[in-house]
């Protein structure tokens, strides 16, 4: 594959700057002036715009193709609510005028916008409070912690560990740890949840709290989850629900209403943001009212005549967690997306992508063996073991997957399942859709038994094919022009 330094041509120019503003050089001190060229490819403006054009093309998108990432919800967003975030009236605002003296009432609507989704994820959620400021979900796990060890600390709690079952996010022991916590893990039982027992084992009066995803990253439902709250909140532990499967339970069920005190969500996963490329996220965390003065400030507050403001005074918070009100235009999609389907949609949401989850574990299950015992929820998992006996190794049947025509599906996670791949299908992909992917999944499969060697050279549609990805991680090589010679 060419770069674009590999095409350009000597002495040819994309465009002509005819400006008056141009024609006389600006003053340059001597020390910083190149002293030769910059190695600049030469092309014309039409070649220009074909190479990126064909660049392009080569890259995975929900608005190009099935991207089946487990517990990643990269599903289709409207672009209705791209276009709401796009209004000038929120693009113009300065971030700062909220706080100018009398600012707060130039910026209503905006101030509005975020008073309302706080009210709206509150609902969702069954918490009390939210806070819209943590940019994304690990910066909320963190916020959440916070909360958890500054509520601790108020009490005279003298805790010091958090209880995380194994097949939880990486993130959330991270978290935890930056928070000051030692992890307890706790192992899955057969059944794929948190083992109940050696969880009840682990839990002492050092306890500040538990971690939990549920659905959890091998969609499965945690059915004593109840059980596990009154445990935790014996030793005065709180219980923390990781949101980034909110995919799964929309309008079903509320984690406020399960027992948990604190719950962050992923607005960049289930509330309309298109996922991944790195961000823009954003992590919002809710809590129970015995919570709600620990929350990072500033606060939006509604007046009695109905205007809304920044509020700071709260002595007890966890104090600024980011700069301003968080990623703004990702909660005016989130804003724009929770009217637009309002509460009988958001619950269409999840009944879909279950529905979805579960056809494709039945559609492969023949061949493909799957973790749930019998449903699972948004996603489903399975475990390319089987076909180790003909050396085919999940990488294999990813790599596969490329040629015809999908990106690959999550493979190696969650840690605790053997050649795991993850697939979560999205209740926004048709049946015509799934059964296609469930068709190359199967053909893969045959292939795996009968040519097992075709498999190892996957993709040989791909402009790049199979790297060695340990080597490229471990001994990276970075190809530059010289800037002088322009070797």
Same mark, same amino acid.
């Given at each position: 594959?060419?770069?674009?330094?590999?095409?350009? =041509? /000597?002495?040819?120019?994309?465009?002509?700057?005819?400006?008056?503003?141009?024609?006389?050089?600006?003053?340059?001190?001597?020390?910083?002036?190149?002293?030769? &060229?910059?190695?600049?490819?030469?092309?014309?403006?039409?070649?220009?715009?074909?190479?990126?054009?064909?660049?392009?093309?080569?890259?995975?998108?929900?608005?190009?193709?099935?991207?089946?990432?487990?517990?990643?919800?990269?599903?289709?967003?409207?672009? /209705?609510?791209? *276009?709401? $975030?796009? @209004?000038?009236?929120?693009?113009?605002?300065?971030?700062?005028?909220?706080?100018?003296?009398?600012?707060? @009432?130039?910026?209503?609507?905006?101030?509005?916008?975020?008073?309302?989704?706080?009210?709206?994820?509150?609902?969702?959620?069954?918490?009390?409070?939210?806070?819209?400021?943590?940019?994304?979900?690990?910066?909320?796990?963190?916020?959440?912690?916070?909360?958890?060890? !500054?509520?601790?600390?108020?009490?005279?709690?003298?805790?010091?560990?958090? =209880?995380?079952?194994?097949?939880?996010?990486?993130?959330?022991?991270?978290? /935890?740890?930056?928070?000051?916590?030692?992890?307890?893990?706790? &192992?899955?039982?057969?059944?794929?949840?948190?083992?109940?027992?050696?969880?009840?084992?682990?839990?002492?009066?050092?306890?500040?709290?538990?971690?939990?995803?549920?659905?959890?990253?091998?969609?499965?439902?945690?059915?004593?989850?109840?059980?596990? $709250?009154?445990?935790?909140?014996?030793?005065?532990?709180?219980?923390?629900?990781?949101?980034?499967?909110?995919?799964?339970?929309?309008?079903?069920?509320?984690?406020?209403?399960?027992?948990?005190?604190?719950?962050?969500?992923?607005?960049?996963?289930?509330?309309?943001?298109?996922?991944?490329?790195? #961000?823009?996220?954003?992590?919002?965390?809710?809590?129970?009212?015995?919570?709600?003065?620990?929350?990072?400030?500033?606060? *939006?507050?509604?007046?009695?005549?109905?205007?809304?403001?920044?509020?700071?005074?709260?002595?007890?918070?966890?104090?600024?967690?980011?700069?301003? +009100?968080?990623?703004? #235009?990702?909660?005016?999609?989130?804003?724009?997306?929770?009217?637009?389907?309002?509460?009988?949609?958001?619950?269409?949401?999840?009944?879909?992508?279950?529905?979805?989850?579960?056809?494709?574990?039945?559609?492969?299950?023949?061949? +493909?063996?799957?973790?749930?015992?019998? +449903?699972?929820?948004?996603?489903?998992?399975?475990?390319?073991?089987?076909?180790?006996?003909?050396?085919?190794?999940?990488?294999?049947?990813?790599?596969?997957?490329?040629?015809?025509?999908?990106?690959? &599906?999550?493979? +190696?996670?969650?840690?605790?399942?053997?050649? /795991?791949?993850?697939?979560?299908?999205?209740?926004?992909?048709?049946?015509?859709?799934?059964?296609?992917?469930?068709?190359?999944?199967?053909?893969?499969?045959?292939?795996?038994?009968?040519?097992?060697?075709?498999?190892? !050279?996957?993709? =040989?549609?791909?402009?790049?094919?199979?790297?060695?990805?340990?080597?490229?991680?471990?001994?990276?090589?970075?190809?530059?022009?010289?800037?002088?010679?322009?070797?």
């Amino acid at each position: 594959m060419k770069t674009i330094f590999d095409k350009s =041509i /000597a002495g040819c120019t994309s465009c002509q700057v005819f400006d008056e503003r141009f024609t006389e050089a600006p003053h340059i001190e001597t020390r910083l002036l190149r002293k030769a &060229p910059a190695a600049l490819p030469e092309l014309p403006e039409g070649e220009v715009v074909r190479h990126f054009t064909q660049l392009s093309r080569q890259n995975y998108s929900v608005d190009t193709h099935f991207y089946p990432l487990g517990s990643c919800t990269m599903k289709y967003n409207p672009k /209705a609510c791209e *276009v709401a $975030a796009a @209004l000038d009236g929120f693009t113009r605002v300065h971030p700062v005028w909220p706080q100018f003296l009398g600012g707060d @009432l130039l910026t209503q609507g905006s101030l509005e916008v975020l008073y309302e989704a706080e009210r709206m994820l509150s609902a969702v959620t069954g918490m009390a409070e939210t806070t819209l400021q943590p940019m994304a979900g690990a910066h909320g796990e963190l916020t959440g912690t916070m909360i958890m060890a !500054a509520y601790h600390r108020d009490r005279g709690n003298e805790k010091d560990h958090i =209880i995380i079952p194994d097949s939880a996010h990486g993130t959330n022991p991270a978290s /935890a740890a930056l928070a000051g916590y030692k992890i307890v893990t706790i &192992p899955s039982d057969d059944n794929g949840m948190m083992d109940f027992d050696a969880f009840c084992a682990a839990v002492n009066e050092k306890t500040a709290g538990v971690m939990l995803t549920s659905p959890n990253t091998v969609g499965v439902f945690n059915h004593r989850i109840a059980e596990i $709250a009154e445990v935790i909140h014996g030793v005065d532990g709180l219980m923390y629900y990781d949101g980034a499967n909110m995919n799964a339970i929309l309008g079903r069920c509320k984690p406020g209403s399960m027992g948990f005190d604190i719950c962050h969500l992923n607005l960049h996963k289930t509330f309309a943001t298109p996922h991944g490329g790195g #961000g823009p996220g954003s992590g919002p965390v809710g809590v129970v009212e015995k919570l709600r003065a620990f929350l990072p400030v500033s606060r *939006v507050e509604k007046r009695d005549d109905g205007t809304y403001r920044l509020w700071y005074d709260e002595p007890k918070s966890i104090g600024y967690i980011a700069p301003f +009100y968080g990623n703004f #235009g990702v909660i005016i999609k989130a804003y724009a997306y929770l009217l637009m389907l309002g509460r009988t949609g958001l619950r269409d949401v999840s009944d879909m992508a279950v529905l979805n989850a579960n056809y494709m574990q039945h559609r492969l299950s023949p061949v +493909y063996k799957a973790v749930a015992k019998k +449903y699972c929820m948004h996603e489903c998992v399975f475990s390319g073991a089987p076909f180790k006996e003909y050396g085919v190794h999940t990488l294999d049947i990813a790599k596969g997957l490329i040629d015809r025509g999908y990106h690959p &599906p999550t493979i +190696y996670f969650p840690l605790n399942v053997e050649e /795991a791949i993850m697939i979560e299908p999205t209740e926004t992909e048709s049946r015509e859709t799934l059964d296609a992917f469930c068709d190359a999944m199967l053909e893969i499969a045959e292939v795996a038994k009968n040519n097992p060697e075709s498999l190892h !050279a996957a993709p =040989i549609s791909t402009p790049v094919s199979r790297l060695n990805e340990v080597a490229a991680a471990r001994n990276m090589v970075l190809t530059v022009p010289d800037r002088h010679t322009n070797a």
